[in-house]
């Protein structure tokens, strides 16, 4: 029996009619933080995109998610993703999600928006620039050790893990992460931290791909360098995992292919009163074009001592 890559199941939604119009609920399970019951904020930031691109037709790609998150979604309980289509055009779709557990109200609120594909034309290539990918020596993902993420302790529960493998689901790691060296500053706005990262999804497009490529926005390179050169850290090696407290990711090349080599930067501009803004971008390894810019601000915490 051919497996089905994790990463399909973690970003699908089944829908729910019975619940509402327009309304879709977690097909597997979601992944969880070290600490406590808190779903990884890229699990929702997901689903909510394969919920929207439910309502829209095929040729409809994703091009921006703007969210946020209102409450802490627990990761043992389903996700009911309501989809409100906000604007419906020619070329373009806007959709406007909410996410909720139980009766407590919405946890988790975004706006998605989606472009016809091919409608969109340069006036004489006057509007194609973007910014180059960083100089990295001329490194190739083949010469960089790869990386286990378990120790970081985003991890699917034991019992869910035993159920989907029962149903012929792979569970290893989503993404193969090539990091390289971190590399301290004084500042930790002037930290650039690298890496190479692809998420192994054959023959995955569209809607599909795109749900993936949220997923991964979520996943902090800075934070994965910390704990690689744990020794290297002196001021930040206290903070506590830090919480999303909202997330906004533009798809600029929706047609481009997880499976590929993506080179990833990740880095922090700003962070006073217990919260930090991070900024991650992703260019494809092979042809250098900017795939996916992500902006976000979340709270951080330093763990208590232990007496």
Known sequence: MVQKPLL?????????PATGPDTYVTE???????????????????QAISAAAATVAPEFDVYSSQASFLRPVKASAKVAYHVNRAADGRTFAIRAVQATQGSRGPCYI????????GSTRDQDGALRYADPPPDLGGLHPDDVPRQDLQQLGFHVRDEERKTLSNIGVNVKEPFEWRLLPFKPAPNPSQIRTYGFVRCPLPAAGGATHLASMGFLSDQSLL????????????????????????????FHVPEARGAAWLICESRTSWGAGGRIATHQRFWDFET???????TQDAFIGRQQPQL
């Open 288 to 294: 250098g074009a900017l795939v996916m810019p992500c």
């Open 110 to 117: 975004a706006l998605i928006s989606f472009q016809k594909r």
């Open 223 to 250: 934070e994965l360098s910390i704990i690689e050169n744990w020794e290297s850290v002196e001021e930040i090696r206290s903070l506590a995992m830090s919480t999303t407290l909202n997330s906004h990711i533009s």
């Open 8 to 16: 399909s199941v973690l970003t699908a939604v089944t829908q729910a």
């Open 28 to 46: 597997g399970p979601l992944i969880q933080q070290p600490f406590g019951d808190i779903a990884f904020g890229g699990s929702v930031i997901s």
